[in-house]
Protein backbone atom coordinates (compact mmCIF):
# COMPACT_ATOMS: atom_id res chain seq x y z
CA UNK A 1 0.00 0.00 0.00
CA UNK A 2 1.05 3.54 -1.04
CA UNK A 3 0.09 5.42 2.55
CA UNK A 4 2.23 2.37 4.39
CA UNK A 5 5.62 2.72 2.16
CA UNK A 6 5.42 6.37 2.71
CA UNK A 7 4.87 6.17 6.31
CA UNK A 8 7.93 3.82 6.38
CA UNK A 9 9.85 6.42 4.43
CA UNK A 10 8.41 9.20 7.56
CA UNK A 11 9.79 7.34 9.97
CA UNK A 12 13.29 7.00 7.96
CA UNK A 13 13.24 10.59 8.27
CA UNK A 14 11.48 10.53 11.32
CA UNK A 15 8.93 12.73 10.23
CA UNK A 16 6.78 11.62 13.10
CA UNK A 17 3.46 13.52 12.49
CA UNK A 18 3.51 12.34 8.92
CA UNK A 19 4.55 9.04 9.57
CA UNK A 20 1.36 9.09 12.30
CA UNK A 21 -1.05 10.58 9.33
CA UNK A 22 0.07 8.17 6.67
CA UNK A 23 0.11 5.17 9.23
CA UNK A 24 -3.57 6.11 10.35
CA UNK A 25 -4.48 6.18 6.69
CA UNK A 26 -3.23 2.62 5.65
CA UNK A 27 -4.70 1.46 8.66
CA UNK A 28 -8.22 2.62 8.35
CA UNK A 29 -7.51 1.27 4.55
CA UNK A 30 -6.62 -2.09 5.76
CA UNK A 31 -9.82 -2.63 7.84
CA UNK A 32 -12.05 -1.16 5.31
CA UNK A 33 -10.54 -3.79 3.40
CA UNK A 34 -11.46 -6.52 5.94
CA UNK A 35 -7.44 -7.82 6.14
CA UNK A 36 -7.73 -8.05 9.77
CA UNK A 37 -10.05 -10.87 9.32
CA UNK A 38 -8.76 -12.78 6.35
CA UNK A 39 -9.62 -16.58 6.72
CA UNK A 40 -6.49 -18.40 5.74
CA UNK A 41 -6.25 -19.84 2.18
CA UNK A 42 -3.19 -21.98 0.92
CA UNK A 43 -1.16 -21.54 -1.69
CA UNK A 44 -3.17 -18.40 -2.34
CA UNK A 45 -0.05 -15.51 -2.52
CA UNK A 46 -2.43 -12.43 -3.12
CA UNK A 47 -3.91 -13.27 0.33
CA UNK A 48 0.07 -14.12 1.38
CA UNK A 49 0.87 -10.30 0.60
CA UNK A 50 -2.29 -8.99 2.37
CA UNK A 51 -1.09 -10.73 5.41
CA UNK A 52 2.26 -9.70 5.13
CA UNK A 53 1.39 -6.00 4.66
CA UNK A 54 -1.55 -6.31 7.42
CA UNK A 55 0.51 -7.42 10.26
CA UNK A 56 3.29 -4.95 9.04
CA UNK A 57 1.22 -2.29 9.60
CA UNK A 58 0.22 -4.04 12.45
CA UNK A 59 3.45 -3.65 14.38
CA UNK A 60 4.04 0.14 12.85
CA UNK A 61 0.92 1.17 14.63
CA UNK A 62 1.81 -0.39 17.61
CA UNK A 63 5.52 1.12 18.00
CA UNK A 64 3.91 5.01 17.00
CA UNK A 65 1.37 4.68 18.55
CA UNK A 66 3.35 3.76 22.24
CA UNK A 67 6.16 6.68 20.69
CA UNK A 68 3.27 9.05 20.67
CA UNK A 69 1.22 8.22 23.85
CA UNK A 70 -2.33 7.54 22.46
CA UNK A 71 -3.72 4.17 22.14
CA UNK A 72 -3.09 1.72 18.91
CA UNK A 73 -5.43 2.05 16.17
CA UNK A 74 -5.99 -1.91 15.51
CA UNK A 75 -7.15 -3.84 18.92
CA UNK A 76 -5.95 -7.47 19.65
CA UNK A 77 -9.62 -8.25 20.02
CA UNK A 78 -10.76 -7.46 16.64
CA UNK A 79 -8.23 -9.60 14.43
CA UNK A 80 -8.89 -12.98 13.14
CA UNK A 81 -6.35 -12.96 10.67
CA UNK A 82 -3.29 -15.68 11.62
CA UNK A 83 0.37 -14.70 12.60
CA UNK A 84 2.62 -14.79 10.18
CA UNK A 85 4.84 -17.75 10.56
CA UNK A 86 8.06 -18.61 10.21
CA UNK A 87 9.14 -19.86 7.42
CA UNK A 88 6.41 -21.01 5.35
CA UNK A 89 5.35 -17.13 5.46
CA UNK A 90 8.43 -14.93 5.79
CA UNK A 91 11.32 -17.10 5.32
CA UNK A 92 14.70 -15.60 5.80
CA UNK A 93 16.44 -13.95 8.90
CA UNK A 94 14.75 -11.23 7.89
CA UNK A 95 11.55 -13.47 8.09
CA UNK A 96 12.39 -14.32 11.75
CA UNK A 97 12.55 -10.70 12.59
CA UNK A 98 9.40 -9.93 10.81
CA UNK A 99 7.76 -12.56 13.21
CA UNK A 100 8.99 -11.23 16.35
CA UNK A 101 8.22 -7.58 15.43
CA UNK A 102 4.80 -9.39 15.80
CA UNK A 103 5.60 -10.23 19.28
CA UNK A 104 6.87 -6.75 20.20
CA UNK A 105 4.21 -5.35 18.81
CA UNK A 106 1.61 -6.95 20.59
CA UNK A 107 4.41 -6.08 24.09
CA UNK A 108 4.25 -2.88 23.44
CA UNK A 109 0.17 -2.11 23.58
CA UNK A 110 -0.05 -3.68 26.42
CA UNK A 111 2.60 -1.69 27.71
CA UNK A 112 0.45 1.47 27.12
CA UNK A 113 -2.81 -0.35 28.01
CA UNK A 114 -1.48 -1.20 31.34
CA UNK A 115 1.08 1.31 32.46
CA UNK A 116 -0.16 4.42 30.55
CA UNK A 117 -3.42 4.81 28.97
CA UNK A 118 -5.59 6.99 31.23
CA UNK A 119 -6.94 3.65 33.03
CA UNK A 120 -3.98 2.84 33.71
CA UNK A 121 -3.27 6.19 35.45
CA UNK A 122 -5.85 6.22 37.62
CA UNK A 123 -4.58 1.90 39.17
CA UNK A 124 -2.97 2.60 42.47
CA UNK A 125 0.93 2.80 42.43
CA UNK A 126 0.74 -1.19 43.70
CA UNK A 127 -1.47 -2.24 40.37
CA UNK A 128 0.76 -0.28 38.05
CA UNK A 129 3.97 -2.33 39.70
CA UNK A 130 2.76 -5.52 39.89
CA UNK A 131 1.76 -4.71 35.76
CA UNK A 132 5.15 -4.25 34.87
CA UNK A 133 6.42 -6.98 36.57
CA UNK A 134 4.50 -9.29 34.58
CA UNK A 135 5.10 -7.49 31.06
CA UNK A 136 8.73 -7.25 32.21
CA UNK A 137 9.12 -10.91 31.91
CA UNK A 138 7.01 -11.22 28.67
CA UNK A 139 9.60 -8.61 27.55
CA UNK A 140 12.33 -10.68 29.03
CA UNK A 141 10.88 -13.89 27.44
CA UNK A 142 10.77 -12.45 23.86
CA UNK A 143 14.07 -10.61 24.01
CA UNK A 144 15.58 -14.58 24.94
CA UNK A 145 13.69 -16.30 22.32
CA UNK A 146 15.46 -13.90 19.94
CA UNK A 147 18.64 -14.29 21.31
CA UNK A 148 18.35 -18.36 21.02
CA UNK A 149 17.30 -18.12 17.41
CA UNK A 150 19.24 -15.44 15.78
CA UNK A 151 22.65 -16.78 17.61
CA UNK A 152 22.42 -19.44 14.56
CA UNK A 153 22.07 -16.99 12.05
CA UNK A 154 24.92 -14.53 13.12
CA UNK A 155 27.49 -17.52 13.89
CA UNK A 156 26.72 -18.74 9.97
CA UNK A 157 29.52 -18.92 7.80
CA UNK A 158 29.17 -14.81 6.30
CA UNK A 159 27.71 -15.02 2.35
CA UNK A 160 27.91 -12.11 -0.13
CA UNK A 161 24.75 -10.70 -1.45
CA UNK A 162 24.26 -8.44 -4.59
CA UNK A 163 21.11 -6.26 -5.44
CA UNK A 164 19.72 -5.87 -8.99
CA UNK A 165 22.56 -3.86 -10.40
CA UNK A 166 25.16 -6.48 -9.70
CA UNK A 167 26.80 -4.25 -6.91
CA UNK A 168 28.16 -6.03 -3.47
CA UNK A 169 26.74 -5.73 -0.71
CA UNK A 170 27.20 -6.64 2.70
CA UNK A 171 27.12 -9.86 3.88
CA UNK A 172 23.72 -11.28 5.14
CA UNK A 173 25.03 -11.84 8.94
CA UNK A 174 26.29 -8.38 9.46
CA UNK A 175 23.08 -6.89 8.16
CA UNK A 176 21.43 -9.19 10.62
CA UNK A 177 23.58 -8.29 13.39
CA UNK A 178 22.55 -4.87 12.77
CA UNK A 179 18.93 -5.47 13.23
CA UNK A 180 19.31 -7.42 16.36
CA UNK A 181 21.68 -4.38 17.92
CA UNK A 182 18.86 -2.12 16.90
CA UNK A 183 16.06 -4.46 17.98
CA UNK A 184 18.06 -5.04 21.62
CA UNK A 185 18.11 -1.08 22.12
CA UNK A 186 14.47 -1.28 21.43
CA UNK A 187 13.64 -4.16 24.36
CA UNK A 188 16.30 -2.14 26.30
CA UNK A 189 14.21 0.35 25.86
CA UNK A 190 11.12 -1.11 26.28
CA UNK A 191 12.15 -2.15 29.82
CA UNK A 192 13.44 0.73 30.80
CA UNK A 193 9.59 2.58 29.69
CA UNK A 194 8.14 -0.87 31.51
CA UNK A 195 10.69 -0.11 35.21
CA UNK A 196 9.56 3.28 35.44
CA UNK A 197 6.59 1.97 36.99
CA UNK A 198 7.90 -0.04 40.43
CA UNK A 199 9.09 2.21 42.94
CA UNK A 200 12.72 2.26 44.20
CA UNK A 201 13.30 0.03 47.24
CA UNK A 202 15.02 2.21 49.68
CA UNK A 203 15.13 5.81 47.80
CA UNK A 204 12.59 9.13 47.81
CA UNK A 205 14.60 11.18 45.74
CA UNK A 206 11.99 12.35 42.72
CA UNK A 207 14.62 11.56 40.31
CA UNK A 208 15.50 8.01 41.60
CA UNK A 209 14.43 5.34 39.57
CA UNK A 210 14.72 1.61 40.77
CA UNK A 211 17.62 -0.82 40.37
CA UNK A 212 16.31 -2.81 37.39
CA UNK A 213 15.07 0.31 35.66
CA UNK A 214 18.94 1.50 35.66
CA UNK A 215 19.99 -1.04 34.71
CA UNK A 216 18.22 -1.74 31.62
CA UNK A 217 18.84 2.25 30.78
CA UNK A 218 22.28 1.71 30.94
CA UNK A 219 22.31 -1.32 28.79
CA UNK A 220 20.27 0.47 26.31
CA UNK A 221 23.60 3.55 25.99
CA UNK A 222 26.29 1.02 25.60
CA UNK A 223 24.33 -0.55 23.40
CA UNK A 224 24.16 2.42 21.50
CA UNK A 225 27.62 3.53 22.00
CA UNK A 226 29.17 0.01 21.35
CA UNK A 227 27.04 0.23 17.73
CA UNK A 228 28.89 3.33 17.56
CA UNK A 229 32.18 2.14 17.63
CA UNK A 230 31.56 -0.33 15.36
CA UNK A 231 30.12 1.72 12.67
CA UNK A 232 31.95 4.43 12.75
CA UNK A 233 33.70 3.42 10.27
CA UNK A 234 30.90 2.71 7.67
CA UNK A 235 29.91 6.40 7.50
CA UNK A 236 27.03 9.08 8.02
CA UNK A 237 24.29 7.55 6.35
CA UNK A 238 24.75 4.42 7.84
CA UNK A 239 25.13 5.84 11.48
CA UNK A 240 21.90 8.13 10.58
CA UNK A 241 19.90 5.17 9.26
CA UNK A 242 20.51 3.05 12.68
CA UNK A 243 19.72 5.72 15.14
CA UNK A 244 16.02 6.37 13.06
CA UNK A 245 15.43 2.84 13.67
CA UNK A 246 16.26 1.91 17.15
CA UNK A 247 17.26 5.11 19.09
CA UNK A 248 14.72 7.50 17.89
CA UNK A 249 11.81 4.37 16.83
CA UNK A 250 10.39 3.89 20.39
CA UNK A 251 10.12 6.39 23.45
CA UNK A 252 13.82 6.82 24.64
CA UNK A 253 13.70 7.13 28.03
CA UNK A 254 16.78 5.34 29.42
CA UNK A 255 18.98 8.74 28.63
CA UNK A 256 15.95 10.46 31.29
CA UNK A 257 16.51 7.39 33.54
CA UNK A 258 20.36 7.57 33.80
CA UNK A 259 19.91 11.57 33.96
CA UNK A 260 17.90 11.07 37.11
CA UNK A 261 20.63 8.41 38.56
CA UNK A 262 23.63 10.65 37.91
CA UNK A 263 22.20 13.74 40.08
CA UNK A 264 20.06 11.06 42.38
CA UNK A 265 23.59 9.19 43.21
CA UNK A 266 26.33 11.51 42.36
CA UNK A 267 27.02 8.68 39.84
CA UNK A 268 30.33 10.29 37.89
CA UNK A 269 30.54 6.99 35.42
CA UNK A 270 26.35 7.19 34.63
CA UNK A 271 27.67 11.11 33.98
CA UNK A 272 30.54 9.46 31.62
CA UNK A 273 28.29 7.27 30.02
CA UNK A 274 25.87 10.21 29.05
CA UNK A 275 28.71 12.30 27.89
CA UNK A 276 29.79 9.54 25.51
CA UNK A 277 26.34 9.04 24.51
CA UNK A 278 25.80 12.96 23.66
CA UNK A 279 29.20 12.26 21.67
CA UNK A 280 27.70 9.21 19.10
CA UNK A 281 24.46 12.05 18.87
CA UNK A 282 27.28 14.74 17.27
CA UNK A 283 28.47 12.52 14.60
CA UNK A 284 25.06 13.23 12.65
CA UNK A 285 23.45 16.04 13.36
CA UNK A 286 23.93 18.04 10.56
CA UNK A 287 22.34 14.93 8.18
CA UNK A 288 19.68 14.68 10.55
CA UNK A 289 17.07 17.07 11.70
CA UNK A 290 15.52 14.76 14.53
CA UNK A 291 18.88 13.95 15.67
CA UNK A 292 19.92 17.33 15.82
CA UNK A 293 16.77 18.24 18.19
CA UNK A 294 17.49 15.18 20.64
CA UNK A 295 21.57 16.14 20.66
CA UNK A 296 20.56 19.79 21.46
CA UNK A 297 18.37 18.30 24.41
CA UNK A 298 20.57 15.69 25.81
CA UNK A 299 23.20 18.24 25.79
CA UNK A 300 21.28 20.14 27.96
CA UNK A 301 21.15 17.71 30.04
CA UNK A 302 24.45 16.26 30.17
CA UNK A 303 25.52 19.72 30.91
CA UNK A 304 22.88 20.13 33.67
CA UNK A 305 24.29 17.06 35.22
CA UNK A 306 27.90 18.20 34.75
CA UNK A 307 27.29 21.44 36.69
CA UNK A 308 25.56 19.60 39.68
CA UNK A 309 28.37 17.28 40.24
CA UNK A 310 30.76 20.09 39.87
CA UNK A 311 28.87 22.02 42.77
CA UNK A 312 28.66 18.52 44.70
CA UNK A 313 32.38 18.62 44.88
CA UNK A 314 32.72 21.67 45.83
CA UNK A 315 30.57 21.60 48.60
CA UNK A 316 32.70 18.38 49.73
CA UNK A 317 29.29 15.99 48.68
CA UNK A 318 30.29 12.11 48.23
CA UNK A 319 30.23 11.58 43.91
CA UNK A 320 28.99 7.61 44.47
CA UNK A 321 30.47 4.60 45.18
CA UNK A 322 32.15 4.10 41.43
CA UNK A 323 33.87 7.35 41.24
CA UNK A 324 37.60 5.95 40.73
CA UNK A 325 36.69 4.58 36.75
CA UNK A 326 35.52 7.71 35.65
CA UNK A 327 36.25 8.55 31.89
CA UNK A 328 38.82 11.15 31.47
CA UNK A 329 36.66 13.70 30.16
CA UNK A 330 34.76 13.08 34.22
CA UNK A 331 38.15 12.90 36.17
CA UNK A 332 38.49 16.38 37.06
CA UNK A 333 35.15 17.10 38.92
CA UNK A 334 37.14 20.14 40.97
CA UNK A 335 37.64 22.03 37.74
CA UNK A 336 34.59 22.02 36.74
CA UNK A 337 33.57 23.26 39.60
CA UNK A 338 35.41 26.18 38.73
CA UNK A 339 33.84 27.09 35.13
CA UNK A 340 30.24 26.61 36.83
CA UNK A 341 28.66 29.95 36.34
CA UNK A 342 25.50 30.10 38.51
CA UNK A 343 24.32 27.24 41.61
CA UNK A 344 21.78 24.34 40.73
CA UNK A 345 18.98 24.85 42.78
CA UNK A 346 17.70 21.80 44.98
CA UNK A 347 15.78 19.18 43.20
CA UNK A 348 12.44 19.48 45.14
CA UNK A 349 9.77 18.17 43.04
CA UNK A 350 7.41 15.63 44.36
CA UNK A 351 7.40 12.45 42.54
CA UNK A 352 3.71 13.36 40.37
CA UNK A 353 5.89 16.51 39.76
CA UNK A 354 8.56 14.74 38.04
CA UNK A 355 6.54 12.25 36.37
CA UNK A 356 4.53 14.90 34.60
CA UNK A 357 7.21 16.29 33.30
CA UNK A 358 8.82 12.63 32.05
CA UNK A 359 5.81 12.22 30.63
CA UNK A 360 5.50 15.36 28.81
CA UNK A 361 9.10 15.21 27.27
CA UNK A 362 9.43 14.08 24.01
CA UNK A 363 12.45 12.14 23.76
CA UNK A 364 10.64 9.73 20.78
CA UNK A 365 11.53 10.76 17.25
CA UNK A 366 12.45 13.82 18.52
CA UNK A 367 9.98 16.28 16.02
CA UNK A 368 8.62 18.11 19.12
CA UNK A 369 10.55 21.26 20.09
CA UNK A 370 13.46 20.30 22.87
CA UNK A 371 12.29 23.96 25.05
CA UNK A 372 10.86 21.43 27.92
CA UNK A 373 14.60 19.90 28.36
CA UNK A 374 16.39 23.53 27.66
CA UNK A 375 14.88 24.87 30.01
CA UNK A 376 14.58 22.36 32.51
CA UNK A 377 16.44 24.71 35.32
CA UNK A 378 13.29 26.75 34.78
CA UNK A 379 10.92 24.46 35.33
CA UNK A 380 12.40 23.83 38.93
CA UNK A 381 10.85 25.31 42.20
CA UNK A 382 12.94 28.35 43.02
CA UNK A 383 15.11 28.23 40.05
CA UNK A 384 17.06 31.17 39.30
Known amino acids: MADMSRSLLAVESTIRASAGDLLSAATYKALSAGWHRLVKKRDDADQRRQRVVFWLIYAMDRALSLSLGRA??????DIQTDRLSYPDDVPGPQGYL?????????????????????????????????????LAARCLKIQETMYTVSTAWVDREPRADSDQQGQNLAPVPS????????????????LTLIYRMIPPANSNHPLQFCDDCVQAARAALNLHNKAWQEMAARGAYD????????????????FISVFGNTIAQSDTQDLALLGAFVSTLGQVVEQSHAVSKLHRACSSFH?????????????????????????ADCQSIDNMAEHSLQPLPDFSLSQEEWDVMLSEWDLGLGTEDARQMSSFLDLLPNAQ
Open 98 to 134: MVLWMDVGELQGHIYLELYSVQAQRQSAHVKADAARR
Open 72 to 77: PMIQDY
Open 175 to 190: RVQEALQSQEIIFQSL
Open 303 to 327: EIARVFLAQQSRHGAPLGDRAEDVD
Open 239 to 254: WRVFIHWSTLFSPFVP
